[in-house]
């Protein structure tokens, strides 16, 4: 009986084939959600034939986000509302980044939300010939590094409205249990929002008073997150002292080739994790051997492609059964039964070019 549980357990959460996703999700997208007290947002340089052109440059009246929206089809519709999960895709990202992960989760019952980050998308990366300097823009970056938070906490009162007026999410939200994803300046963007002050040391333009801890951008609707690929403290998000005052729970996951932007080799990834207060077990950290950092992404199914990984098939198997059931612990009035979130309990889904996977919490 046990094994049949088993069996049960791995076969549902692993990544449903794309069509039999694809027949049971809706996908529709909510275009320029604009955000009038937002910091506004430059548009991308382009190249311009006069100078007197390239100099001019124009500002958006607000920030404007866009939104993919992931919904479950349900036949007939049912009456209970769906817990709401947004994504936050990393600089360069687009709402299409983590489509295929998102798929998933609309799959195991869930409103999926991914947000464009207007200032850290794919267009601002191509706005121009350099695009690992654009990349490295974009993470320093002060509009961006303290509006991505925000952005999450403006959809989620957009949310609210969607929810009374909108003819395909009215009533459909159930804005009483909230989750957030993001992967690396999508992880800030989730940390961020448990807590996590950012520092100020770096980004530019300066805020005052310049360096030290930064604004307190959390989000108390927000019942918990995954950071993919957390940061460790460091240029250019975190200080040792950024983690203490994080007070939702937070599942980071990560692994042995996750390199860092700042130089800092992966292992200092799960040693930050030491930093993160405690949470009466209510914080965890997945370390999984190996895993590089663009295996937390999948775009697999979405109109726009990210770079390909020889390993993300074998660890989004491990991110998947992780994520999957932390979600359903946290948001899920009455959470099915699942594989523990343990070393042995993730053990089933190790596998291919993954050989382990290790459990901390906290």
């Given at each position: 009986m046990k094994a049949i549980i088993l069996l049960f357990w791995i076969l549902s959460y692993l990544h449903l084939p794309l069509a039999l996703a694809a027949e049971s999700v809706e996908v529709f997208e909510i275009r320029d959600v604009l955000n009038p007290n937002g910091i506004s947002t430059p548009k991308p340089d382009r190249p311009?034939?006069?100078?007197?052109?390239?100099?001019?440059?124009?500002?958006?009246?607000?920030?404007?986000?866009?939104?993919?929206?992931?919904l479950p089809i349900l036949q007939p519709r049912t009456s209970e509302p769906l817990?709401?999960?947004?994504?936050?895709h990393g600089a360069g990202g687009n709402w299409d980044t983590h489509y295929a992960q998102a798929q998933h989760l609309a799959t195991q019952g869930y409103a999926v939300f991914c947000i464009e980050h207007p200032g850290s998308n794919t267009e601002r990366m191509k706005s121009s010939l350099r695009r690992f300097q654009n990349l490295k823009n974009m993470i320093y970056d002060s509009v961006e590094v303290l509006g991505r938070p925000k952005d999450v906490s403006f959809l989620i009162d957009r949310a609210s409205e969607w929810n009374r007026t909108h003819p395909k999410l009215r009533g459909?939200?159930?804005?009483?249990?909230?989750?957030?994803v993001g992967h690396s300046f999508?992880?800030?963007?989730?940390?961020?929002?448990?807590?996590?002050?950012?520092?100020?040391?770096?980004?530019?333009?300066?805020?005052?008073p310049g360096k030290g801890l930064g604004p307190d951008l959390s989000d108390g609707r927000i019942q918990c997150g995954i950071a993919l690929s957390p940061q460790a403290p460091g240029e250019p998000f975190f200080l040792k002292e950024s983690y203490a005052s994080i007070k939702t729970p937070v599942l980071g996951i990560s692994g042995t080739q996750d390199k860092q932007q700042n130089g800092e080799p992966p292992l200092a990834r799960l040693e930050a994790f030491k930093l993160w207060p405690e949470l009466k077990g209510r914080h965890a950290m997945v370390w999984i051997t190996p895993a590089a950092h663009l295996d937390f992404t999948d775009s697999t199914g979405g109109d726009q492609h990210g770079r390909e990984s020889e390993t993300r098939a074998d660890v989004q198997k491990v991110v998947r059964a992780a994520m999957t059931q932390y979600f359903a612990n946290c948001l899920k009035k009455n959470p099915p039964p699942g594989p523990p979130l343990t070393s042995a309990g993730l053990e089933p889904y190790v596998g291919g070019k993954v050989s382990r996977v290790d459990v901390q919490v906290k």
């Amino acid at each position: 009986m046990k094994a049949i549980i088993l069996l049960f357990w791995i076969l549902s959460y692993l990544h449903l084939p794309l069509a039999l996703a694809a027949e049971s999700v809706e996908v529709f997208e909510i275009r320029d959600v604009l955000n009038p007290n937002g910091i506004s947002t430059p548009k991308p340089d382009r190249p311009r034939l006069f100078k007197r052109f390239r100099d001019q440059k124009t500002e958006a009246p607000g920030r404007a986000v866009h939104v993919k929206v992931h919904l479950p089809i349900l036949q007939p519709r049912t009456s209970e509302p769906l817990p709401l999960i947004l994504i936050s895709h990393g600089a360069g990202g687009n709402w299409d980044t983590h489509y295929a992960q998102a798929q998933h989760l609309a799959t195991q019952g869930y409103a999926v939300f991914c947000i464009e980050h207007p200032g850290s998308n794919t267009e601002r990366m191509k706005s121009s010939l350099r695009r690992f300097q654009n990349l490295k823009n974009m993470i320093y970056d002060s509009v961006e590094v303290l509006g991505r938070p925000k952005d999450v906490s403006f959809l989620i009162d957009r949310a609210s409205e969607w929810n009374r007026t909108h003819p395909k999410l009215r009533g459909r939200l159930d804005l009483s249990q909230i989750g957030v994803v993001g992967h690396s300046f999508g992880a800030y963007t989730v940390l961020a929002l448990a807590g996590a002050r950012p520092a100020l040391d770096w980004i530019e333009p300066k805020v005052e008073p310049g360096k030290g801890l930064g604004p307190d951008l959390s989000d108390g609707r927000i019942q918990c997150g995954i950071a993919l690929s957390p940061q460790a403290p460091g240029e250019p998000f975190f200080l040792k002292e950024s983690y203490a005052s994080i007070k939702t729970p937070v599942l980071g996951i990560s692994g042995t080739q996750d390199k860092q932007q700042n130089g800092e080799p992966p292992l200092a990834r799960l040693e930050a994790f030491k930093l993160w207060p405690e949470l009466k077990g209510r914080h965890a950290m997945v370390w999984i051997t190996p895993a590089a950092h663009l295996d937390f992404t999948d775009s697999t199914g979405g109109d726009q492609h990210g770079r390909e990984s020889e390993t993300r098939a074998d660890v989004q198997k491990v991110v998947r059964a992780a994520m999957t059931q932390y979600f359903a612990n946290c948001l899920k009035k009455n959470p099915p039964p699942g594989p523990p979130l343990t070393s042995a309990g993730l053990e089933p889904y190790v596998g291919g070019k993954v050989s382990r996977v290790d459990v901390q919490v906290k």
